[in-house]
């Protein structure tokens, strides 16, 4: 059964840093690579990092590149996103979601387009 849920978001100021996690099903956490996406208010949804099923390879966004890190726990089957550096920008509702494979790496597209957990909010005040 498809399932992931997300959790860690928060309120932190410019600079801080912040860790979510996305605890997936085995189902999923075998078949699927899995990404990060966000959604500003206003603003389309963007993917900001997403990691192979193996764990061999990562993607970034360029925005995000040398400030997040997107690694995965193989025990808790949980996918994490750590931000450093935070700044106002990196605002909105962070999703978890299963990516289209690629090669060499992933990519931060979503593999279904209907599927969109409760999400995780993460807010960056100046």
């Known amino acids: 059964q498809l399932r992931l849920v997300e959790s860690g978001g928060g309120l932190v100021q410019s600079g801080e840093s912040l860790t979510l996690a996305c605890t997936v099903s085995?189902?999923?956490?075998?078949?699927?690579?899995i990404g990060w996406f966000r959604q500003a208010p206003g603003k389309e949804r963007e993917g900001v990092s997403c990691?192979?099923?193996?764990?061999?390879?990562?993607n970034y966004a360029d925005a995000v590149k040398g400030r997040f890190t997107i690694t995965r726990d193989v025990a808790k089957m949980t996918v994490y996103l750590q931000m450093s550096s935070l700044q106002p920008d990196d605002t909105g509702l962070y999703h978890c979601?299963?990516?289209?494979?690629?090669?060499?790496?992933?990519?931060?597209?979503?593999?279904?387009?209907?599927?969109w957990g409760q999400g995780t909010q993460v807010t960056v005040s100046a």
């Open positions: 990691i192979s099923a193996s764990g061999s390879s990562t």
């Open positions: 979601a299963p990516v289209i494979p690629g090669q060499p790496t992933c990519q931060m597209s979503p593999y279904f387009e209907d599927y």
């Open positions: 085995k189902f999923t956490w075998e078949k699927f690579a």
